[in-house]
């Protein structure tokens, strides 16, 4: 039972580990890739510009080169971002069994199917919201078309703000199931880290979530294996095997009623 549970954690805890680096390298890679991308756009353009003073003819199959490795890159790193949050849930589906503490994996995924929820409707609603407003300003008098486009903003602008508010519900959740987590394996970095992503939500700078994928990788580099209480016996007491009458001093076995010496009740 105990190498069963064992399994368990250290399996959590190694997909929990991998996830948390994947979420941590991912941005790092994403900023060079597009620093990269700077440099080689002015370096292109910098060619372009001589190219342009020298009248000579300038090869643009580098700019769709360019173009082609930074898309391959983006797919890339989306592909891996993907690849860690699903090793992030299966890995926190392992510590609430481990712990035996369901809401631990239920919190996230009640987080999830929020968030797809929200990211569906919203796209819903913005595409029948632009393809009404376009269909109603070929329809309408050109007058009308500065409303219809007004109505649109205030309709991406409730949009916004009601995804604002889904993100701070989600990373409350995603809190809880860290504090769980926390207080079920006794690691506080597991609770810095819920709290740093909640205020990431609430104030989207995207350095407060990657600090809290920190603390969180933290956390799961310091789980170990509940240790078993161990009973300790105390040591067995020696038996006397004899006893001394306490008329005479003598020794008598140690089961005697009656001296040997003297014929007293012991």
Known sequence: MLGCLWMTLKTGRSLGLTASII???????MVVAYAALIIQLFSFLSSFSSGLTAGS??????LVAISSIFQGLMAGMGILSLAGFVLFMVAMYFLANHYNEPRIFRNLLKALLINIGTVVTA???????????LGSAV????ANVSSLFLNLLIVILLVVVVCYAVSIYCGVLYKRSFDILAAKSGVGDFRTAGLLYLIGAILPIPIIAWISWLFATLGYHKLKPDQPSVVVNP???DTPTTKRCS?????????????????NQI
């Open 247 to 263: 008329n005479c001093g003598a020794e008598n076995v140690a089961d005697a009623s009656y001296c040997c010496a003297c014929g």
């Open 139 to 142: 329809l309408l008098n050109p």
């Open 235 to 237: 040591p067995p007491q």
């Open 57 to 62: 003819v300038l090869n643009f199959g580098d």
């Open 123 to 133: 796209i819903v609603i913005l595409v029948l919201s632009i393809f009404s407003v």
């Open 23 to 29: 979420t941590l390298v991912t941005p790092i890679l």
